[in-house]
C-alpha cells in the first residue's frame, strides 16, 4: 500500500507563474488536508477536502491559492501569479474518515521555491 | 480555538544522555495530541499519539510522552538518545472543532543529538 504521494517534490516558479502541487492520497482514504510549513516555522492548516467537497478552506489565503479534489484523480493545490512569500514546503495528509483520532498519514511535501 | 507552544526551539543533547521535550497547549475544547519526527528533507511521521485511557503514550523507538490535563502539556521524553535521533519534532493537536482531523502545530523543536 503506497503512502501519500506528492509531485513534484521541488518546484521552481517565476514570479507571477502559476504553481499546481498535486497529492494522491493513500488507497482507501477520501479525506485529504494541505498544509504549509514556511522556513522556521511549523505546519500551517491551509484546507481541508473529501471527494468533491471542500469541508474547511479556513486557513486558505483569500486570494490567488485554490484547491480541489475531483472524483477521480489527486487532490490538487493551485497557486496562482506566485509571490516569493509563497516559497514554502506544501505538505499534504490523507485519512480514511473525519474521526477525529484518526490518523493523517503525510506525504513527503512539495518545496515550492519562488524566484 | 486551539494553540501549541514549543518553548525550546532547539535542543542540543549527547548521545546515550536523556531528554524532554515540552509542549503546551490551549484549546477550549478536548483534545487529542500527537508527536511527530521530521527528517531533513522529508515529509513527518507520526511518532506517538494521545487519544484516551492512559496517560503515558511509547512509541516503539523508546519515546514516551504523558499528557497532563491540568497543566495542559505533553511532554516528549527519551532516557537515551541516538545520533539517528537528530531531526525535527512537532507537537500538534485536534479536536472537536468541526475540521475533522485538522491539526494545529508548534513550532518545531529540533534535536541535535551530538557524541
Known amino acids: 500500500n503506497a503512502g501519500v504521494m506528492q509531485n513534484p517534490r521541488h518546484l521552481v516558479r517565476r514570479r507571477g507563474q502559476e504553481a499546481r502541487l498535486r497529492c494522491s492520497p493513500m488507497?482507501?482514504?477520501?479525506?485529504v488536508y494541505w498544509y504549509r510549513q514556511l522556513p522556521e516555522e511549523g505546519l500551517k492548516f491551509m484546507v481541508y477536502?473529501?471527494?468533491?467537497?471542500?469541508?474547511?478552506e479556513s486557513g486558505m489565503p483569500k486570494e490567488r491559492f485554490s484547491a480541489e479534489f475531483p472524483k477521480e484523480g489527486p487532490s490538487i493545490l493551485r497557486i496562482q501569479q506566485v509571490v516569493r512569500g509563497d516559497s514554502a514546503a506544501y505538505f499534504c495528509?490523507?485519512?480514511?474518515?473525519?474521526?477525529?483520532?484518526?490518523?493523517?498519514?503525510f506525504g513527503q511535501g512539495t518545496r515550492l521555491t519562488v524566484v | 480555538a486551539q494553540s501549541v507552544t514549543q518553548l525550546d526551539s532547539q535542543v542540543p543533547v549527547f548521545e546515550e544522555a536523556p531528554v524532554e521535550l515540552r509542549c503546551n497547549y490551549s484549546?477550549?475544547?478536548?483534545?487529542?495530541l500527537f508527536w511527530y519526527v521530521q527528517y531533513p528533507n522529508q515529509g513527518l511521521q507520526l511518532l506517538l499519539k494521545?487519544?484516551?485511557?492512559?496517560?503515558l503514550v511509547e512509541s516503539i523507538n523508546g519515546f514516551e510522552a504523558e499528557f497532563n490535563k491540568s497543566q495542559t502539556s505533553f511532554h516528549l521524553r527519551k532516557p537515551s538518545v541516538h545520533i539517528s535521533d537528530t531531526a525535527e519534532y512537532f507537537c500538534?493537536?485536534?479536536?472537536?472543532?468541526?475540521?475533522?482531523?485538522?491539526?494545529?502545530f508548534g513550532t518545531g523543536t529540533q534535536l541535535k543529538v551530538e557524541l
Open positions: 495528509a490523507s485519512s480514511p474518515g473525519q474521526g477525529y483520532s484518526t490518523e493523517a498519514f
Open positions: 488507497k482507501g482514504h477520501s479525506h
Open positions: 477536502l473529501q471527494k468533491e467537497n471542500i469541508i474547511d
Open positions: 484549546s477550549s475544547v478536548s483534545v487529542y
Open positions: 494521545y487519544l484516551s485511557g492512559s496517560t
Open positions: 500538534a493537536v485536534s479536536g472537536f472543532t468541526g475540521g475533522g482531523n485538522k491539526l494545529t
